[in-house]
């Protein structure tokens, strides 16, 4: 206390101009309604500045529950586009069997190896969220593998950086198709193999899945072709393919089930007898 009353002592002058100097500003603006919109203005100004900064830092602590919201959308978007006769930018959903034919549930990525011969990734869904063997998984971009494990909590996904990796896909361009695989080399490249030496292949179009299997739907991207040769027999090419993902930074996916499977299945396995 003894402090504050020397600070006050040693500053009386200061502090008497600064007590006049504001009981006049205060009279200036009172009296003139020019001034008084201009100080108005002013602490607008500043509040909102102000505003903005807090507003600012509340968003940054709450990016983590935004960016679920958002995915929860996405999730819901997906459904409705998997389920609706839609052509999109680089999406053509097939719904020859029956409408409502996709559940999309949203997953984390937990690990993701790239550099291996046969990667794999881990997510945070398992057998608790329905996950089964052979749902396919994909992200905003495109294709990411199909699932191959689960435990209650998690599951693992073979990617389509695996040698093991087998999917049906075809240039969006026809109805020509092939096999897509990965050779073992780059990340950056998946190869389409099989594919008709009739095929009107270009440098720069498109591939994407070619829905004859029961686990992705016709038309969801996986990437451009880079360049492409014939084989050694001549009839079929083996395609380059740049893919959309970059396979080395997955996060959040969405996992794909047919509700048609099961049916398709047991349909084509009594075909074959």
Sequence with gaps: MQQIINFVIRNKTFLLFLLLFSIALALTIQSHSYHRSKFINSANGLTGGVYGAVNSVDK????????????EENKRLREQLFNSETTADSIVIDTSYSSGRYRVLVADVYKNSYSLTNNYLTINKGKKDSVKQDFGVITSKGIVGIIDNTSKNYATVLSILNKRSRINAKLKSSNHIGSLIWNGNSP????????????PVKVGDTIVTGGQSAIFPKGIGIGKIESFETDISGDTYTIQVKLFNDMTNIGTIYILENLDKEEIKTLESSSDE
Excluded: G, M, P, R
């Excluded at 490249?189 to 008709?196: P, Y």
């Design 188 to 199: 950056e490249f998946a190869q389409l193999i099989d594919v008709s030496k009739f095929a």
């Design 60 to 71: 940054y602590f709450d990016l983590e529950q935004e960016n679920k919201i958002l995915s």
